[in-house]
C-alpha cells in the first residue's frame, strides 16, 4: 500500500478539521434556527478539539496515553452531537433519546481513560459507537423524505456520512482481528489512510450539510410566499397555481371537481365592536375549522379577508357537490369564543362544478362569487 508522508498528512488534517469547524460555524450563524444545525457545530467543534489533541500530543510528546484518552474524550461527543444534528434536523426530535445519549458522556470518559493504554480495545470501543453514530445520520438524511428533491438535496449529506462509517468500519475490523499495522499509530500505512480517506469524507459530509441547508431554507422561503401568516392556509398565489394546476389535470383526466367560496357573515361587525386582535382570532378559528372539514383530497385556502376557497374533488354528481357543502356548512358555522366575547359564526356558501376544464381560472372564481353572494342575499332574504 502506498505510504503517506505523516508531516502532509498532519498538516492536511489539520487544516481541514479547521476549516469544516470554520464552515460550520458560518451555516450555523445563517441558519441559527434550523433544528440540529447547532449541535452539528458543537460537534465539529469538538472533532477539530480532538484532532488538534492527538497531533499535539505526537508533537509535544504527551505521557504515555494521555493524548488517546482526551482524543477519544472528545471524539466520541463529537460523532454523537453530528448524530443527534441529523435526527433534529430531519425532524426526529426525542428527549427520551437526548438524556439517554447524554448518559452515555460519562460512559465514553470512563472507557477512554481504562482503554488508553490498549489501542485495541479503544479502537474497537471508539470505533463501533462512531460508527453506529454514522449510520444512523446516513439513514436519517434520505428516511422518509418529503419530496424526490428533498431526497436528492439530502443524497450526498448521507453518502458522506455513509462512507465515514464505511472508514470506521474497516478499521473496526482490522482491530477486531489484532492487525498490526492498525495497532502501530500513526507510522502506519493503513492508519494513515484511514485519516486520510475520513477526512475527505468528512469534508463531503459538510459540503453535503450545506446543500441540505441551503434547500431547506429555499424551501421555508418559498412556503412563506405561499401561505398566509395569519392563518396557515395556502394564500391567494398558492390557490391560483393549485386551480390552474386543478384544471390542467381536469382536461387531461376528465376528471369533475368544484370550486367552493365560503364568507364570514358580518365579519365587520366583529372587528367594529370587539376589536380587530378579535377579528384575527376569528380568521384563525376559522382555518383550523375548514382544515377539520375538507376531505384529504382536498385543497383549502384563504383568499383574503374574510373569503376563504376550497377545490374538492372528485365530484362525481350534484348530489356530492351538496354533501360536500353541507359539510363545510354544518363545521364552519356555530358559536366561537373570541377575545372579549362571543360570535355565532354564520357563511355564505358559493359553488361551482368544472366538468371538462373548458374554464378559466378567473371565470370559476368569478362563477363561485356570484354563487356565494346569491346564498347570502338568500339568507338575508329568510331573516
Known amino acids: 500500500m502506498l505510504q503517506l508522508d505523516i508531516a502532509t498528512l498532519t498538516l492536511t488534517f489539520v487544516s481541514m478539521a479547521l476549516t469544516t469547524a470554520i464552515v460550520l460555524f458560518l451555516i450555523w450563524r445563517i441558519n441559527r434556527d434550523m433544528p ?32 488517546p484518552f482526551l482524543s477519544n474524550s472528545l471524539s466520541l461527543p463529537g460523532n454523537m452531537l453530528l448524530m443527534e444534528g441529523t435526527l433534529r434536523f430531519r425532524g426526529f426530535r426525542s428527549r427520551r433519546r437526548w438524556a439517554l445519549l447524554l448518559a452515555l458522556i460519562p460512559v465514553f470518559l470512563l472507557a477512554s481513560w481504562i482503554n488508553r493504554f490498549d ?59 489484532n492487525s498490526d499495522q492498525v495497532m502501530s499509530g500513526t507510522g502506519s500505512t493503513v492508519t494513515q489512510w484511514y485519516l486520510f480517506t475520513g477526512t475527505n469524507f468528512y469534508v463531503m459530509w459538510m ?3 450545506s446543500v441540505a441547508c441551503y434547500f431547506r431554507s429555499r424551501q421555508q422561503v418559498m412556503q412563506m410566499a405561499r401561505e398566509d401568516s395569519l392563518t396557515g392556509l395556502p394564500n391567494r398565489r398558492c390557490i391560483d397555481e393549485r386551480l390552474s394546476q386543478t384544471l390542467a389535470e381536469c382536461k387531461r383526466s376528465g376528471e369533475a371537481f368544484a370550486v367552493i367560496m365560503a364568507d364570514i357573515n358580518d365579519f365587520k361587525l366583529v372587528n367594529d365592536r370587539f376589536g380587530h386582535s378579535a377579528g384575527d382570532h376569528l380568521l384563525h378559528s376559522i382555518a383550523d375549522r375548514l382544515r377539520e372539514a375538507v376531505r384529504e383530497a382536498d385543497f383549502a385556502g384563504r383568499l383574503g379577508g374574510d373569503e376563504f376557497l376550497v377545490i374538492a374533488r ?47 381560472a378567473d371565470q370559476l372564481l368569478g362563477a363561485a362569487d356570484a354563487e356565494m353572494y346569491r346564498d347570502k342575499a338568500r339568507m338575508r332574504a329568510e331573516k
Not at 55 to 61: T, Y
Not at 140 to 161: H, K, Q, T
Not at 332 to 344: M, W
Open 207 to 209: 459540503f453535503g450539510i
Open 36 to 67: 440540529g444545525v447547532r449541535l452539528w457545530l458543537l460537534g465539529g467543534v469538538l472533532l477539530l478539539t480532538s484532532t488538534l489533541t492527538l497531533f499535539l500530543g505526537v508533537q509535544l510528546n504527551f505521557p504515555e496515553g494521555v493524548a
Open 314 to 360: 372528485p365530484i362525481d354528481s350534484q348530489e356530492v357537490l351538496e354533501q360536500v357543502v353541507s359539510r363545510l356548512r354544518a363545521r364552519l358555522e356555530g358559536p366561537l369564543a373570541i377575545p372579549g366575547g362571543s360570535f355565532t359564526v354564520s357563511v355564505s356558501i358559493g359553488a361551482i362544478v368544472c366538468r371538462d376544464g373548458a374554464d378559466t
Open 119 to 177: 489501542a485495541a480495545a479503544r479502537y474497537m470501543f471508539h470505533d463501533s459507537f462512531t460508527m453506529t453514530f454514522m449510520l444512523i445520520a446516513a439513514i436519517a438524511f434520505v428516511w422518509r423524505p418529503v419530496s424526490r428533491e428533498e431526497l436528492i438535496a439530502n443524497a450526498l449529506a448521507g453518502f458522506g456520512a455513509a462512507l465515514m462509517a464505511l472508514s470506521v468500519g474497516s478499521r473496526l475490523l482490522m482491530s477486531l482481528i
